[in-house]
């Protein structure tokens, strides 16, 4: 079993910067991909980002390509987001996920076997 936790949410004005972690416990996920997710108000969970298990490969939502930034340290079994300029629209409770089955489209939920409870990011305009 894997355990997730994030930490880094809160409130930031338009055009600031916020940095995610994420940090997992039970086993090590260093030969996982990883993912980030959202889920805003009433909409549906959305892709954000993912990341392969050494680092080398990312991919990006639209919404968040060159503005957003994900990052491994898998010495400390953790899994970063970095979000600069960030827009009202980015708010919502952000989750990231592990896929230990390491296959598959890893933009879609159903892929990723472990979650975190998330953290809320509120951007104010």
């Known amino acids: 079993q894997v355990q997730l936790a994030e930490s880094g949410g809160g409130l930031v004005q338009a055009g600031g910067s916020l940095r995610l972690s994420c940090t997992a416990s039970?086993?090590?996920?260093?030969?996982?991909?990883m993912g980030w997710f959202r889920q805003a108000p009433g909409k549906e969970r959305e892709f954000v980002a993912t990341?392969?298990?050494?680092?080398?490969?990312?991919y990006y939502a639209d919404s968040v390509k060159g503005r957003f930034t994900i990052s491994r340290d898998n010495a400390k079994n953790t899994v970063y987001l970095q979000m600069n300029s960030l827009k009202p629209e980015d708010t919502a409770v952000y989750y990231c996920?592990?896929?230990?089955?390491?296959?598959?489209?890893?933009?879609?939920?159903?892929?990723?076997?472990?979650w975190g409870r998330g953290t809320q990011v509120t951007v104010s305009s």
């Open positions: 996920a592990c896929a230990a089955r390491r296959g598959g489209d890893l933009t879609a939920i159903k892929e990723y076997d472990y």
């Open positions: 039970g086993r090590t996920i260093s030969t996982y991909p």
């Open positions: 990341i392969n298990w050494s680092g080398g490969s990312t």
